[in-house]
């Protein structure tokens, strides 16, 4: 499957806009998982179904002008970051309905918080994940898939081709760095 998926991905960016009609059901069980691991996380996003966050992020993945994809990992990459943008859209035009409620505050991962606090905002950590990506942009992409693909660091190692071990230290790096961000 991995080699039909490359090549779907190799055909999209070439211009075949059919490729990526070809290419979602490849893809969309692990993208509705990506969002299902991230959603059931969060609490107060519970209103949004996966199906929905898959649906727009192929919606947006489709008005790309060009694509470049030589593998899954940019492919997935691409997709963590724009599931990450659907959910931070969602949680300012929440706010936004509120007339500049307060910001919606979710858990960093069940099973690797920052710190002791387990709520962080999630508009204050799109922001420091920009000046993170800024700084490293690899630590910025392991975030991205962690947190807002809802990759384990098996798949994160594969899909962006590094050893467990260092997707393991960066993603430790990198929650360190955010939690003094955050604080």
Do not use: C
């Not at 790309?64 to 959910?87: H, K, Y």
């Not at 392991?142 to 384990?152: A, D, Q, S």
């Amino acid at each position: 499957m991995a080699e039909q998926l490359t090549k779907l991905l190799v055909k999209w960016s070439g211009g075949d806009k059919e490729a990526l009609n070809d290419l979602m059901p490849l893809v969309y069980d692990e993208l509705r998982k990506m969002a299902g691991k991230y959603l059931n996380r969060q609490a107060p996003l519970a209103v949004i179904q996966p199906t929905v966050i898959v649906h727009e992020a192929f919606i947006r993945l489709f008005n790309q002008d060009e694509v470049d994809f030589v593998n899954r990992a940019q492919f997935f990459g691409l997709a963590s970051r724009i599931m990450r943008n659907l959910m931070v859209d969602f949680v300012r035009a929440e706010n936004a309905a509120k007339r500049g409620g307060d910001n919606l505050s979710v858990s960093l991962s069940e099973a690797d918080r920052i710190g002791s606090k387990s709520e962080i905002d999630l508009l204050a950590l799109d922001e420091a994940l920009d000046k993170l990506a800024e700084l490293n942009p690899r630590h910025g992409k392991i975030v991205e898939m962690r947190f807002f693909g809802g990759l384990t660091i098996h798949e994160t190692a594969q899909v962006l081709d590094l050893s467990h071990a260092t997707v393991e230290r960066e993603w430790s790096l990198a929650r360190a760095w955010l939690y003094l961000q955050l604080k």
